[in-house]
C-alpha cells in the first residue's frame, strides 16, 4: 500500500512484487498528484510521478544511473560540458527528484549546483524521502525559473539545464527568445544550455522551439529518437546550444549507443528541420501542447 499524507491525497495501491519493505508515497502538490514508487530491481530506485506521468528516476546508491533515455541524453552532454572530473556551476532549471543534480554531484564531486523549482510542496517531499547527499555543494531555491534567472549574475554558470513542465506542458515564458537571451546572459562564454522539450506531430512546438535558439545562439544540436523526428509519435527531444562548437561527433558516439538509440541532428540539417518556423517571442509564446492520454498507459 502507499503511504499518503494530508487531506486531499488519495493511497494508491501497488502489486508491491520485488519491492521488500518499501511503500509508494503519495501525496499532493502543487502540481497534482505526485507518487513516489519504488523500482522493482534497482533496491534503491525510485520513480517520480505526476498527475500519473513520470517525471524522473532516482537510485539513492547509484546517483550516476540514469533511467529514463531523455535524462541520459541530458547525461552525456554534462559529461562532455567540460573535461572530466573538472567542477562545473550548473542550473538547473525545474527540479523533479534533483535526478540530474545529484548525476552532476556524483561524476563532478566539487560542482556547484543550483536547483530552481516552483512546486514547493513537490521539493519537501522530494528532500523528506529522496534525500541529497549533505556532502553535495547544490542549493534548491523554490521560486519561478524566468524569474529566479533574471537574479542571477552574468556569466554564473558552465551549464544550464532547462527541465521544467507544469501539468506535463512547458510553460509558455520558457519558449521565447527573451528567455534564451536571459539564459545565455547567465551562461559563460563557453557554456552550455540543454532542454528536455516534448512535441508530436506535426511537430509544430519543436521546430518552433529550434528557430528561436537559433535566433540567440550560433551553435545548435538536437538528441531524439528517430521516429519523434520523423513525426511518428509523441516524445521527448533534447536541445543542446552553446555560443562555441560543440562536441557533435562525441555527442552522436554516445546518444547512438544508448539502450534506446538516438538521432543527432546538426547543422544545415538541423535548420531545414525547422521548415520556416518563426522564432517565438513573449508576445507569441504558448505553452507546449500536451501529451497525447496514451503516452502514459
Not at 534503491?44 to 535524462?71: I, K, N
Not at 525559473?145 to 558552465?158: F, V
Request: no cysteine; hydrophobic share 40%; net charge positive.
Amino acid at each position: 500500500m502507499a503511504r499518503s499524507r494530508g487531506g486531499k491525497q488519495q493511497a494508491r495501491k501497488g502489486d508491491g512484487a520485488g519491492r521488500g519493505s518499501r511503500e509508494s508515497v503519495v501525496e499532493s502538490v502543487d502540481g497534482g498528484l505526485a507518487e513516489l514508487i519504488p523500482d522493482r530491481d534497482r533496491p534503491a530506485g525510485w520513480t517520480l510521478l505526476l498527475d500519473g506521468a513520470p517525471q524522473s528516476h532516482v537510485d539513492l546508491d547509484d546517483p550516476a544511473h540514469l533511467s529514463f533515455e531523455y535524462q541520459r541524453r541530458i547525461g552525456h552532454v554534462l559529461d562532455l560540458a567540460a573535461d572530466r572530473g573538472r567542477p562545473i556551476q550548473a542550473l538547473h532549471l525545474g527540479g523533479g527528484a534533483f535526478t540530474l543534480a545529484r548525476y552532476v554531484a556524483a561524476t563532478r564531486p566539487r560542482a556547484t549546483q543550483q536547483i530552481v523549482e516552483r512546486d514547493g510542496p513537490l521539493v519537501q517531499l522530494v528532500r523528506r524521502e529522496l534525500p541529497l547527499d549533505p556532502g553535495a555543494r547544490i542549493r534548491v531555491r523554490t521560486a519561478d525559473a524566468r524569474e529566479a534567472l533574471g537574479k542571477l549574475p552574468e556569466a554564473w554558470a558552465d551549464v544550464l539545464v532547462a527541465d521544467v513542465f507544469s501539468g506535463a506542458r512547458t510553460p509558455a515564458h520558457l519558449t521565447s527568445t527573451e528567455f534564451l537571451t536571459e539564459v545565455r546572459r547567465v551562461l559563460r562564454p563557453t557554456g552550455t544550455y540543454v532542454a528536455n522539450l516534448a512535441d508530436g506531430p506535426p511537430l509544430t512546438h519543436l521546430r518552433a522551439q529550434i528557430a528561436t535558439a537559433a535566433a540567440v545562439f550560433p551553435e545548435l544540436a538536437l538528441i531524439a529518437d528517430p521516429t519523434v523526428l520523423r513525426g511518428k509519435r509523441f516524445g521527448n527531444a533534447v536541445l543542446v546550444a552553446s555560443a562555441v562548437p560543440l562536441p557533435v561527433a562525441e555527442l552522436t558516439r554516445r546518444a547512438a549507443g544508448d539502450p534506446h538509440p538516438g538521432r543527432v541532428e546538426h547543422g544545415r540539417d538541423l535548420l531545414s528541420f525547422t521548415g520556416g518556423a518563426s522564432p517565438v517571442t513573449d508576445a507569441t509564446a504558448k505553452a507546449s501542447p500536451a501529451p497525447p492520454a496514451s503516452v502514459f498507459r
